[in-house]
């Protein structure tokens, strides 16, 4: 069993940064990628940001971009977001994902296997 787990939320203001952690553990047989989602209050999780296990390679929402970065430490197997010029809309539960099959489309939730159990991110104004 793969298990996810994330750490760093909480509370801030506005214009603070935040870094959220995702660690994996467990049989992971294979990890392609790994990505953060958000959740707004009676929504469906929205794409924050992935990243390719191999390559490195990047994958932002619009919303984000120039503001948030994922990283990965491949020998801890675990992912990071870093949060900066945070906003009160960037208030949500924010969960980390891990995708192991193949063909996967990193924006769409469906492509992703194993999923944390989310962390609070609330953004005072």
């Known amino acids: 069993q793969v298990r996810l787990v994330e750490s760093g939320g909480g509370l801030v203001q506005a214009g603070d940064s935040l870094r959220l952690s995702c660690a994996a553990s467990?049989?992971?047989?294979?990890?392609?990628?790994m990505g953060w989602f958000r959740q707004f209050p009676g929504k469906e999780r929205d794409f924050v940001a992935a990243?390719?296990?191999?390559?490195?390679?990047?994958y932002y929402a619009d919303s984000v971009k120039g503001r948030f970065t994922i990283s990965r430490d491949n020998a801890k197997n675990t992912v990071y977001l870093q949060m900066n010029s945070l906003k009160p809309e960037d208030t949500a539960v924010y969960y980390c994902?891990?995708?192991?099959?193949?063909?996967?489309?990193?924006?769409?939730?469906?492509?992703?296997?194993?999923w944390g159990q989310g962390t609070q991110v609330t953004v005072s104004s």
């Open positions: 994902a891990l995708v192991s099959r193949g063909g996967a489309s990193y924006y769409n939730a469906r492509s992703y296997d194993y």
């Open positions: 467990g049989r992971i047989f294979s990890m392609l990628g």
């Open positions: 990243i390719s296990w191999s390559s490195g390679s990047t």
